[in-house]
Protein backbone atom coordinates (compact mmCIF):
# COMPACT_ATOMS: atom_id res chain seq x y z
CA UNK A 1 0.00 0.00 0.00
CA UNK A 2 2.95 2.44 1.10
CA UNK A 3 4.35 1.26 -2.09
CA UNK A 4 2.23 1.74 -4.10
CA UNK A 5 1.35 5.52 -3.04
CA UNK A 6 5.03 6.25 -3.28
CA UNK A 7 5.19 5.21 -7.01
CA UNK A 8 1.46 7.38 -7.63
CA UNK A 9 3.41 10.33 -5.50
CA UNK A 10 6.64 10.09 -7.98
CA UNK A 11 4.05 9.80 -11.46
CA UNK A 12 2.46 12.91 -10.10
CA UNK A 13 5.40 15.15 -9.43
CA UNK A 14 6.89 14.54 -12.67
CA UNK A 15 3.82 15.30 -14.21
CA UNK A 16 3.33 18.63 -12.42
CA UNK A 17 7.21 19.35 -13.33
CA UNK A 18 8.18 18.64 -16.31
CA UNK A 19 10.84 19.31 -17.83
CA UNK A 20 12.08 21.06 -14.64
CA UNK A 21 12.02 17.24 -13.03
CA UNK A 22 16.27 16.74 -13.66
CA UNK A 23 15.99 13.03 -11.78
CA UNK A 24 13.22 11.56 -9.26
CA UNK A 25 14.84 8.74 -7.49
CA UNK A 26 13.01 6.64 -4.66
CA UNK A 27 14.95 5.48 -1.61
CA UNK A 28 13.49 3.88 1.21
CA UNK A 29 10.26 4.78 0.65
CA UNK A 30 11.91 8.93 0.38
CA UNK A 31 11.05 10.27 -2.89
CA UNK A 32 13.84 12.99 -4.05
CA UNK A 33 13.58 15.22 -7.17
CA UNK A 34 16.29 17.33 -8.59
CA UNK A 35 15.51 20.52 -10.44
CA UNK A 36 17.94 23.13 -12.09
CA UNK A 37 18.77 26.09 -9.91
CA UNK A 38 17.92 29.04 -11.02
CA UNK A 39 14.25 27.42 -11.40
CA UNK A 40 13.95 26.58 -8.00
CA UNK A 41 11.52 29.29 -6.57
CA UNK A 42 9.26 28.69 -9.46
CA UNK A 43 9.10 24.49 -8.61
CA UNK A 44 8.75 25.35 -5.10
CA UNK A 45 5.39 27.51 -5.94
CA UNK A 46 4.37 24.75 -8.93
CA UNK A 47 4.60 21.87 -6.06
CA UNK A 48 2.59 24.07 -3.63
CA UNK A 49 -0.36 24.97 -5.71
CA UNK A 50 -0.95 22.06 -7.83
CA UNK A 51 -4.42 20.55 -6.78
CA UNK A 52 -2.98 16.86 -6.59
CA UNK A 53 0.27 17.49 -4.78
CA UNK A 54 -0.35 20.70 -2.32
CA UNK A 55 3.41 20.58 -0.78
CA UNK A 56 2.11 23.50 1.38
CA UNK A 57 4.96 22.63 4.83
CA UNK A 58 8.24 23.47 4.41
CA UNK A 59 9.56 20.95 7.24
CA UNK A 60 13.41 21.91 6.66
CA UNK A 61 16.07 23.27 4.65
CA UNK A 62 19.88 22.19 4.46
CA UNK A 63 22.78 22.03 2.84
CA UNK A 64 25.31 19.53 1.92
CA UNK A 65 28.59 19.57 0.55
CA UNK A 66 29.77 16.59 -1.39
CA UNK A 67 33.55 17.42 -2.01
CA UNK A 68 34.72 13.88 -0.35
CA UNK A 69 31.76 12.17 -2.35
CA UNK A 70 33.49 13.10 -5.84
CA UNK A 71 37.40 12.87 -4.12
CA UNK A 72 36.46 9.14 -3.16
CA UNK A 73 34.73 8.15 -6.73
CA UNK A 74 37.74 9.45 -8.35
CA UNK A 75 39.95 7.42 -5.84
CA UNK A 76 38.40 4.71 -6.89
CA UNK A 77 38.16 5.46 -10.65
CA UNK A 78 42.03 6.65 -10.88
CA UNK A 79 43.08 2.68 -9.89
CA UNK A 80 40.98 1.59 -12.79
CA UNK A 81 41.43 4.25 -15.46
CA UNK A 82 44.39 6.72 -16.29
CA UNK A 83 44.31 10.08 -14.61
CA UNK A 84 43.91 11.93 -17.87
CA UNK A 85 41.01 11.00 -18.47
CA UNK A 86 39.53 12.31 -15.11
CA UNK A 87 40.98 15.72 -15.40
CA UNK A 88 39.13 16.12 -18.50
CA UNK A 89 35.54 15.35 -16.80
CA UNK A 90 33.68 17.90 -15.83
CA UNK A 91 33.82 18.52 -11.92
CA UNK A 92 30.11 17.96 -11.00
CA UNK A 93 28.88 21.04 -8.51
CA UNK A 94 29.98 20.71 -5.22
CA UNK A 95 27.41 21.78 -2.95
CA UNK A 96 23.84 20.98 -2.91
CA UNK A 97 20.37 22.74 -0.93
CA UNK A 98 18.30 20.10 0.08
CA UNK A 99 13.80 21.28 0.81
CA UNK A 100 12.19 18.83 2.57
CA UNK A 101 8.24 19.04 1.97
CA UNK A 102 5.32 18.07 3.51
CA UNK A 103 1.72 18.09 2.36
CA UNK A 104 -0.76 18.92 5.05
CA UNK A 105 -3.32 17.03 3.40
CA UNK A 106 -2.13 14.21 2.23
CA UNK A 107 0.85 13.82 4.70
CA UNK A 108 3.01 12.83 1.92
CA UNK A 109 6.66 13.96 1.93
CA UNK A 110 9.29 15.23 -0.95
CA UNK A 111 12.81 16.05 -1.19
CA UNK A 112 13.57 18.59 -3.58
CA UNK A 113 17.18 19.16 -4.46
CA UNK A 114 19.58 21.45 -5.93
CA UNK A 115 22.87 21.17 -6.99
CA UNK A 116 24.94 24.36 -6.33
CA UNK A 117 28.36 25.10 -7.97
CA UNK A 118 31.53 26.45 -5.71
CA UNK A 119 31.81 29.46 -8.54
CA UNK A 120 28.51 30.71 -7.73
CA UNK A 121 26.88 30.21 -4.27
CA UNK A 122 24.09 31.67 -4.78
CA UNK A 123 20.29 30.88 -4.73
CA UNK A 124 17.28 32.27 -4.75
CA UNK A 125 15.25 32.68 -0.86
CA UNK A 126 12.25 30.56 -0.19
CA UNK A 127 11.33 33.26 2.46
CA UNK A 128 9.31 34.79 -0.49
CA UNK A 129 6.99 31.11 0.14
CA UNK A 130 7.62 29.77 3.71
CA UNK A 131 8.49 32.45 6.73
CA UNK A 132 9.87 28.92 7.76
CA UNK A 133 12.70 29.46 5.28
CA UNK A 134 14.10 32.18 7.43
CA UNK A 135 16.96 30.58 10.07
CA UNK A 136 17.48 28.05 7.92
CA UNK A 137 18.79 29.68 5.33
CA UNK A 138 20.66 31.94 7.41
CA UNK A 139 22.50 28.11 8.48
CA UNK A 140 22.97 27.17 5.79
CA UNK A 141 25.05 30.69 4.68
CA UNK A 142 26.37 30.60 8.10
CA UNK A 143 27.65 26.45 7.59
CA UNK A 144 28.40 26.61 3.89
CA UNK A 145 28.45 29.78 2.53
CA UNK A 146 25.42 29.45 0.31
CA UNK A 147 24.16 32.71 -0.07
CA UNK A 148 20.45 33.11 -0.62
CA UNK A 149 19.34 36.02 -2.84
CA UNK A 150 16.24 38.03 -1.28
CA UNK A 151 16.62 37.26 2.22
CA UNK A 152 16.32 39.91 4.55
CA UNK A 153 18.47 39.32 6.96
CA UNK A 154 21.13 36.79 6.00
CA UNK A 155 23.66 36.87 8.57
CA UNK A 156 25.51 34.45 10.42
CA UNK A 157 23.08 32.18 12.89
CA UNK A 158 25.38 29.73 14.91
CA UNK A 159 28.77 31.05 14.57
CA UNK A 160 29.99 34.78 16.14
CA UNK A 161 29.25 37.40 13.04
CA UNK A 162 33.22 37.78 13.09
CA UNK A 163 34.00 33.82 12.49
CA UNK A 164 36.51 33.65 9.34
CA UNK A 165 35.30 30.14 8.01
CA UNK A 166 32.08 27.42 7.03
CA UNK A 167 32.53 25.03 9.61
CA UNK A 168 30.49 21.97 7.83
CA UNK A 169 32.28 22.02 4.83
CA UNK A 170 34.34 18.99 4.01
CA UNK A 171 37.53 21.02 4.24
CA UNK A 172 37.06 22.76 7.20
CA UNK A 173 38.92 20.56 10.06
CA UNK A 174 37.20 19.30 12.62
CA UNK A 175 39.25 20.56 15.73
CA UNK A 176 38.81 23.82 13.93
CA UNK A 177 41.10 26.51 12.66
CA UNK A 178 41.90 28.02 15.91
CA UNK A 179 39.41 30.83 15.76
CA UNK A 180 38.29 30.98 19.65
CA UNK A 181 41.84 31.98 20.21
CA UNK A 182 41.47 35.30 18.29
CA UNK A 183 37.95 35.52 19.76
CA UNK A 184 36.48 38.98 20.58
CA UNK A 185 33.61 40.31 21.92
CA UNK A 186 31.88 42.51 19.62
CA UNK A 187 30.33 45.92 21.19
CA UNK A 188 26.36 46.03 22.30
CA UNK B 1 8.70 54.43 13.85
CA UNK B 2 8.01 51.11 11.66
CA UNK B 3 10.78 48.54 11.55
CA UNK B 4 10.63 45.12 9.94
CA UNK B 5 9.26 42.90 12.70
CA UNK B 6 12.36 40.73 11.92
CA UNK B 7 15.34 42.34 10.91
CA UNK B 8 18.01 43.13 13.15
CA UNK B 9 17.54 45.38 15.75
CA UNK B 10 19.58 49.11 15.11
CA UNK B 11 20.80 50.39 18.16
CA UNK B 12 19.98 54.00 18.77
CA UNK B 13 17.17 54.61 16.66
CA UNK B 14 14.54 56.98 17.96
CA UNK B 15 13.37 57.18 21.78
CA UNK B 16 13.37 53.24 22.12
CA UNK B 17 15.68 51.78 24.61
CA UNK B 18 17.45 48.39 24.04
CA UNK B 19 17.65 46.15 26.54
CA UNK B 20 19.92 43.31 26.32
CA UNK B 21 18.21 39.86 27.97
CA UNK B 22 20.41 36.55 28.68
CA UNK B 23 22.43 34.70 27.61
CA UNK B 24 23.28 34.27 31.38
CA UNK B 25 19.60 35.52 33.34
CA UNK B 26 17.47 32.72 35.14
CA UNK B 27 14.58 33.46 32.73
CA UNK B 28 16.37 32.63 29.84
CA UNK B 29 17.02 29.00 30.24
CA UNK B 30 20.48 28.59 29.98
CA UNK B 31 22.00 30.15 26.92
CA UNK B 32 19.63 31.85 24.84
CA UNK B 33 19.73 35.90 24.25
CA UNK B 34 17.01 38.55 23.14
CA UNK B 35 17.79 41.88 22.40
CA UNK B 36 15.06 43.68 22.32
CA UNK B 37 13.85 46.93 21.95
CA UNK B 38 11.97 49.13 23.95
CA UNK B 39 8.89 51.63 24.47
CA UNK B 40 8.79 51.98 28.38
CA UNK B 41 6.96 48.29 29.31
CA UNK B 42 6.29 47.26 25.66
CA UNK B 43 8.20 45.43 23.35
CA UNK B 44 9.21 47.16 19.67
CA UNK B 45 10.90 44.54 18.38
CA UNK B 46 13.07 41.65 19.81
CA UNK B 47 15.67 40.19 18.23
CA UNK B 48 16.55 36.40 19.14
CA UNK B 49 20.82 35.85 19.12
CA UNK B 50 21.31 31.83 19.15
CA UNK B 51 24.29 30.01 18.91
CA UNK B 52 25.86 30.13 22.64
CA UNK B 53 25.06 26.21 22.90
CA UNK B 54 26.70 25.07 19.67
CA UNK B 55 28.37 22.32 19.96
CA UNK B 56 29.20 20.93 16.10
CA UNK B 57 26.79 17.88 16.47
CA UNK B 58 26.28 17.76 12.92
CA UNK B 59 30.28 18.13 12.29
CA UNK B 60 31.00 15.61 15.16
CA UNK B 61 28.70 13.32 13.62
CA UNK B 62 30.29 13.52 10.36
CA UNK B 63 33.23 12.24 12.32
CA UNK B 64 32.09 9.20 14.63
CA UNK B 65 30.68 5.85 13.86
CA UNK B 66 26.73 5.04 13.84
CA UNK B 67 26.60 3.76 17.13
CA UNK B 68 29.15 6.42 18.59
CA UNK B 69 26.77 9.32 17.22
CA UNK B 70 23.81 7.56 19.92
CA UNK B 71 25.18 9.31 23.19
CA UNK B 72 25.47 11.94 21.47
CA UNK B 73 21.86 12.50 20.40
CA UNK B 74 21.23 12.68 24.20
CA UNK B 75 22.60 16.24 24.18
CA UNK B 76 20.11 17.69 21.79
CA UNK B 77 16.73 17.91 24.10
CA UNK B 78 17.90 16.95 27.23
CA UNK B 79 14.79 16.98 28.88
CA UNK B 80 13.54 13.74 26.90
CA UNK B 81 16.82 11.83 25.92
CA UNK B 82 15.83 8.86 25.07
CA UNK B 83 13.06 10.70 22.27
CA UNK B 84 16.30 11.95 20.28
CA UNK B 85 17.99 8.29 21.04
CA UNK B 86 15.08 6.96 19.15
CA UNK B 87 14.53 9.22 16.74
CA UNK B 88 18.11 8.70 15.53
CA UNK B 89 18.08 4.81 15.64
CA UNK B 90 14.73 4.61 13.68
CA UNK B 91 16.49 7.16 10.81
CA UNK B 92 19.56 4.37 10.96
CA UNK B 93 17.12 1.91 10.66
CA UNK B 94 15.11 2.88 7.95
CA UNK B 95 18.64 3.78 6.12
CA UNK B 96 19.63 -0.29 6.24
CA UNK B 97 16.37 -1.06 6.06
CA UNK B 98 16.00 -2.77 9.02
CA UNK B 99 12.28 -3.71 10.94
CA UNK B 100 12.41 -3.11 14.74
CA UNK B 101 10.89 -6.31 16.59
CA UNK B 102 7.54 -5.60 18.77
CA UNK B 103 8.88 -5.90 21.56
CA UNK B 104 11.40 -3.65 20.83
CA UNK B 105 9.01 -0.86 19.55
CA UNK B 106 6.58 -1.61 22.75
CA UNK B 107 9.63 -0.54 24.99
CA UNK B 108 10.32 2.30 23.20
CA UNK B 109 6.76 3.31 23.16
CA UNK B 110 6.73 2.84 26.74
CA UNK B 111 10.44 4.68 27.26
CA UNK B 112 9.36 7.30 24.93
CA UNK B 113 5.69 8.32 26.52
CA UNK B 114 7.78 8.38 30.09
CA UNK B 115 10.17 11.11 28.26
CA UNK B 116 7.18 13.10 26.72
CA UNK B 117 5.61 12.97 30.50
CA UNK B 118 8.99 14.04 32.11
CA UNK B 119 9.86 16.99 29.44
CA UNK B 120 5.94 18.31 29.86
CA UNK B 121 6.21 18.36 33.40
CA UNK B 122 9.80 20.67 33.23
CA UNK B 123 7.94 22.68 30.75
CA UNK B 124 4.58 23.67 32.93
CA UNK B 125 6.63 23.64 35.97
CA UNK B 126 9.24 25.84 34.80
CA UNK B 127 6.32 28.17 33.19
CA UNK B 128 5.01 28.86 36.80
CA UNK B 129 8.44 29.15 38.30
CA UNK B 130 9.04 32.09 35.47
CA UNK B 131 5.78 33.51 36.29
CA UNK B 132 6.40 33.40 40.19
CA UNK B 133 4.06 30.12 40.46
CA UNK B 134 6.69 28.15 42.45
CA UNK B 135 4.69 25.85 44.44
CA UNK B 136 3.26 23.39 40.92
CA UNK B 137 6.91 23.16 39.88
CA UNK B 138 7.96 20.90 43.33
CA UNK B 139 5.09 18.87 42.60
CA UNK B 140 5.33 18.24 38.85
CA UNK B 141 9.72 18.02 39.86
CA UNK B 142 8.41 14.90 42.51
CA UNK B 143 7.01 12.75 39.73
CA UNK B 144 9.48 13.40 37.18
CA UNK B 145 12.13 12.17 39.65
CA UNK B 146 10.08 8.80 39.80
CA UNK B 147 9.88 8.75 36.06
CA UNK B 148 13.67 9.20 36.05
CA UNK B 149 13.84 6.14 38.71
CA UNK B 150 12.71 4.15 35.86
CA UNK B 151 14.93 5.19 33.66
CA UNK B 152 17.36 4.47 35.58
CA UNK B 153 16.79 1.09 36.27
CA UNK B 154 16.89 0.40 32.49
CA UNK B 155 20.61 1.44 32.24
CA UNK B 156 22.15 3.63 35.38
CA UNK B 157 21.32 7.17 33.63
CA UNK B 158 18.90 9.65 34.87
CA UNK B 159 19.18 12.57 32.50
CA UNK B 160 21.16 11.61 29.21
CA UNK B 161 19.95 7.59 28.97
CA UNK B 162 21.97 6.30 25.90
CA UNK B 163 18.39 4.13 25.13
CA UNK B 164 18.80 1.56 22.69
CA UNK B 165 20.76 0.11 20.24
CA UNK B 166 20.64 -0.03 16.56
CA UNK B 167 18.25 -2.77 15.56
CA UNK B 168 16.50 -2.84 18.92
CA UNK B 169 17.18 -3.05 22.53
CA UNK B 170 19.95 -4.40 24.77
CA UNK B 171 17.86 -4.98 27.73
CA UNK B 172 14.57 -5.49 27.95
CA UNK B 173 12.14 -3.74 30.16
CA UNK B 174 12.95 -3.04 33.99
CA UNK B 175 11.15 -6.06 36.14
CA UNK B 176 10.04 -3.96 38.72
CA UNK B 177 8.22 -1.26 36.34
CA UNK B 178 4.97 -3.92 37.17
CA UNK B 179 4.73 -2.99 40.09
CA UNK B 180 5.80 0.47 40.16
CA UNK B 181 3.85 1.94 37.11
CA UNK B 182 0.51 1.85 38.88
CA UNK B 183 1.81 4.37 41.72
CA UNK B 184 3.83 6.38 39.32
CA UNK B 185 0.76 6.95 36.85
CA UNK B 186 -1.28 8.05 40.49
CA UNK B 187 1.19 10.14 41.37
CA UNK B 188 1.49 11.92 37.99
CA UNK B 189 -2.03 12.46 37.93
CA UNK B 190 -2.32 13.77 41.65
CA UNK B 191 0.73 16.07 40.42
CA UNK B 192 -1.61 17.26 37.15
CA UNK B 193 -4.57 17.41 39.39
CA UNK B 194 -3.01 19.90 41.91
CA UNK B 195 -1.44 21.95 39.44
CA UNK B 196 -4.79 22.28 37.80
CA UNK B 197 -6.21 23.33 40.77
CA UNK B 198 -3.26 26.02 41.98
CA UNK B 199 -3.58 27.49 38.30
CA UNK B 200 -5.34 26.31 35.59
CA UNK B 201 -8.52 28.65 37.37
CA UNK B 202 -6.28 31.02 39.43
CA UNK B 203 -7.12 34.22 38.89
CA UNK B 204 -3.54 35.68 38.66
CA UNK B 205 -2.63 32.68 36.31
CA UNK B 206 -5.22 33.67 33.69
CA UNK B 207 -4.67 37.34 33.38
CA UNK B 208 -0.83 36.20 32.98
CA UNK B 209 -1.58 33.72 30.37
CA UNK B 210 -5.01 34.16 28.37
CA UNK B 211 -4.90 36.05 25.10
CA UNK B 212 -0.90 36.54 26.02
CA UNK B 213 0.77 35.89 22.37
CA UNK B 214 -2.12 34.44 20.66
CA UNK B 215 -0.84 32.74 17.21
CA UNK B 216 -3.19 32.06 14.14
CA UNK B 217 -2.82 28.71 12.91
CA UNK B 218 -2.34 29.78 9.59
CA UNK B 219 0.96 32.15 10.47
CA UNK B 220 2.51 28.88 12.93
CA UNK B 221 2.48 26.62 9.32
CA UNK B 222 3.73 29.28 7.49
CA UNK B 223 6.68 29.64 10.26
CA UNK B 224 7.09 25.99 10.23
CA UNK B 225 5.53 25.11 13.68
CA UNK B 226 4.77 21.22 14.70
CA UNK B 227 4.05 19.63 18.26
CA UNK B 228 2.14 20.77 20.92
CA UNK B 229 2.60 24.58 20.19
CA UNK B 230 0.94 23.87 16.95
CA UNK B 231 -1.66 22.16 18.35
CA UNK B 232 -2.36 24.99 20.71
CA UNK B 233 -2.97 26.88 17.88
CA UNK B 234 -6.31 24.61 16.93
CA UNK B 235 -4.14 22.71 14.29
CA UNK B 236 -4.99 18.87 14.94
CA UNK B 237 -1.62 17.38 13.56
CA UNK B 238 0.75 14.97 15.30
CA UNK B 239 2.90 12.38 13.43
CA UNK B 240 1.85 9.49 15.92
CA UNK B 241 -1.79 9.77 14.50
CA UNK B 242 -1.02 11.88 10.81
CA UNK B 243 1.76 9.47 9.91
CA UNK B 244 1.75 6.47 12.49
CA UNK B 245 5.28 5.01 13.08
CA UNK B 246 6.02 1.72 15.42
CA UNK B 247 2.06 0.46 16.74
CA UNK B 248 0.52 4.10 17.23
CA UNK B 249 -2.04 3.45 15.21
CA UNK B 250 -3.23 0.79 17.40
CA UNK B 251 -3.10 2.68 20.26
CA UNK B 252 -6.81 5.04 20.96
CA UNK B 253 -5.81 8.23 22.56
CA UNK B 254 -6.45 11.87 21.13
CA UNK B 255 -4.94 14.61 20.23
CA UNK B 256 -5.83 17.56 22.36
CA UNK B 257 -6.13 21.14 20.99
CA UNK B 258 -5.94 24.46 22.00
CA UNK B 259 -7.91 27.73 20.21
CA UNK B 260 -6.23 30.96 19.97
CA UNK B 261 -2.63 29.45 20.56
CA UNK B 262 -1.77 31.85 23.69
CA UNK B 263 0.35 30.58 26.40
CA UNK B 264 -2.81 29.51 28.40
CA UNK B 265 -3.78 26.91 25.36
CA UNK B 266 0.12 25.77 25.01
CA UNK B 267 0.28 25.06 28.69
CA UNK B 268 -3.44 23.02 29.04
CA UNK B 269 -2.44 21.34 25.64
CA UNK B 270 0.79 20.10 27.50
CA UNK B 271 -1.43 19.04 30.81
CA UNK B 272 -3.80 17.09 28.81
CA UNK B 273 -1.42 15.17 26.64
CA UNK B 274 0.18 13.95 29.76
CA UNK B 275 -3.19 12.03 30.58
CA UNK B 276 -2.63 10.48 26.88
CA UNK B 277 0.35 9.33 27.44
CA UNK B 278 -0.46 7.47 30.46
CA UNK B 279 -3.28 6.18 28.31
CA UNK B 280 -1.19 5.25 25.94
CA UNK B 281 1.26 3.37 28.00
CA UNK B 282 -1.24 1.25 30.07
CA UNK B 283 -1.91 0.20 26.43
CA UNK B 284 1.45 -0.33 25.28
CA UNK B 285 2.45 -2.42 28.42
CA UNK B 286 -0.81 -4.71 28.04
CA UNK B 287 0.20 -5.47 24.90
CA UNK B 288 3.95 -6.15 26.04
CA UNK B 289 2.69 -7.98 29.23
CA UNK B 290 0.97 -10.28 25.86
CA UNK B 291 4.35 -10.73 24.06
CA UNK B 292 6.35 -13.78 25.28
CA UNK B 293 9.40 -13.82 27.15
CA UNK B 294 11.40 -15.08 24.77
CA UNK B 295 10.25 -12.69 21.50
CA UNK B 296 13.37 -11.06 19.73
CA UNK B 297 14.83 -7.43 21.52
CA UNK B 298 16.74 -6.76 18.57
CA UNK B 299 16.74 -7.20 14.67
CA UNK B 300 19.80 -9.00 12.88
CA UNK B 301 22.44 -6.05 12.52
CA UNK B 302 26.16 -6.85 11.82
CA UNK B 303 28.49 -5.46 14.12
CA UNK B 304 30.43 -2.89 11.90
CA UNK B 305 27.04 -0.61 10.53
CA UNK B 306 27.97 0.18 7.21
CA UNK B 307 24.44 1.38 5.49
CA UNK B 308 24.73 1.18 1.36
CA UNK B 309 25.35 4.98 0.04
CA UNK B 310 21.75 7.11 0.03
CA UNK B 311 20.09 9.26 2.10
CA UNK B 312 16.89 8.84 4.11
CA UNK B 313 15.07 11.34 6.54
CA UNK B 314 12.71 10.09 9.26
CA UNK B 315 11.09 11.88 11.94
CA UNK B 316 8.75 11.04 15.13
CA UNK B 317 6.54 13.01 17.24
CA UNK B 318 9.15 14.23 19.93
CA UNK B 319 7.53 16.35 23.14
CA UNK B 320 8.05 19.23 21.76
CA UNK B 321 7.39 18.54 18.10
CA UNK B 322 8.49 17.35 14.83
CA UNK B 323 12.04 15.88 15.50
CA UNK B 324 13.87 14.38 11.99
CA UNK B 325 17.35 13.05 11.05
CA UNK B 326 18.37 13.83 7.20
CA UNK B 327 21.13 11.12 6.90
CA UNK B 328 23.62 10.84 3.77
CA UNK B 329 25.35 7.72 3.74
CA UNK B 330 28.50 7.35 1.04
CA UNK B 331 28.70 3.73 1.91
CA UNK B 332 31.34 3.44 4.37
CA UNK B 333 31.25 3.12 8.38
CA UNK B 334 30.20 6.47 9.19
CA UNK B 335 27.60 8.89 8.08
CA UNK B 336 28.36 11.42 4.93
CA UNK B 337 26.16 14.04 6.68
CA UNK B 338 23.42 14.39 9.40
CA UNK B 339 20.78 17.18 9.67
CA UNK B 340 19.08 17.32 12.63
CA UNK B 341 15.34 19.16 12.13
CA UNK B 342 15.09 20.37 16.06
CA UNK B 343 11.43 21.23 16.33
CA UNK B 344 12.32 24.21 18.78
CA UNK B 345 14.52 25.96 15.87
CA UNK B 346 11.06 26.06 13.70
CA UNK B 347 9.27 27.91 16.25
CA UNK B 348 12.28 29.87 18.09
CA UNK B 349 12.50 31.79 14.97
CA UNK B 350 8.66 33.12 14.73
CA UNK B 351 9.53 34.37 18.22
CA UNK B 352 10.07 38.17 17.32
CA UNK B 353 6.66 37.78 15.62
CA UNK B 354 4.87 36.48 18.16
CA UNK B 355 6.23 39.13 20.82
CA UNK B 356 6.17 42.11 19.43
CA UNK B 357 3.83 44.67 21.23
CA UNK B 358 3.70 42.38 24.38
CA UNK B 359 5.32 43.67 27.65
CA UNK B 360 8.64 42.46 29.11
CA UNK B 361 6.81 39.90 31.26
CA UNK B 362 4.92 38.49 28.29
CA UNK B 363 7.72 38.07 26.40
CA UNK B 364 9.54 35.91 29.31
CA UNK B 365 6.04 33.94 29.76
CA UNK B 366 6.03 33.79 25.71
CA UNK B 367 9.57 32.06 25.99
CA UNK B 368 8.78 29.75 28.64
CA UNK B 369 6.02 28.05 27.27
CA UNK B 370 6.80 27.50 24.02
CA UNK B 371 9.80 24.91 25.75
CA UNK B 372 12.60 26.37 24.01
CA UNK B 373 15.67 23.88 25.05
CA UNK B 374 19.19 25.56 23.73
CA UNK B 375 20.62 21.88 23.51
CA UNK B 376 18.46 20.70 20.56
CA UNK B 377 18.48 24.73 18.96
CA UNK B 378 22.12 25.27 18.96
CA UNK B 379 22.79 21.35 18.23
Request: aromatic fraction near 10%; hydrophobic fraction near 35%.
Amino acid sequence: MRWGLAMDLKERVERCLGSDALSITEYRGDITVEVPRRRIIMVLKKLREASDLEFDFLTDLFGVDNLDLYKKKKKKKGKEEEAEKEAQEPTPPRFEVNYLLQSLKSNERLRVKIQVPEDDLEVESATVLWKAADWPERECFDMFGIRFKGHYNLKRLLMWDEFPDHPLRKDYPLEGKGEERHFHVSEF
Amino acid sequence: MVQEPNGPVVSGSGDYVSINIGPSHPAMHGTLRVIAQTDGETVIKADPEIGYLHRGVEKLGENLTYHQFIPITDRLNYCSAITNNVSYEKAVEKLMGIEVPVKAQLVRIIMMELARIADHQVCVGILGVDLGAFTPFFYQIIQREEIYEVFEWYNGARLTNTFGRIGGLDADLPEKFAEKWPGLKDGIRRANDEMDKLLTHNRIWMDRTIGVNPFSPEDALAWGFTGPCLRACGVKRDMRKNEPYYLYDQFDFDVPTGKHGDVFDRYMVRLKEMEESIKIIDQAYKMYLDMPEDAPLKAKVPKIIKPPAGEVYSAIESPNGELGFFIKSDGSDKPYRIKIRPPCYMIYQAFPEMVQGEMIADLIACLSSLNIIAGELDR
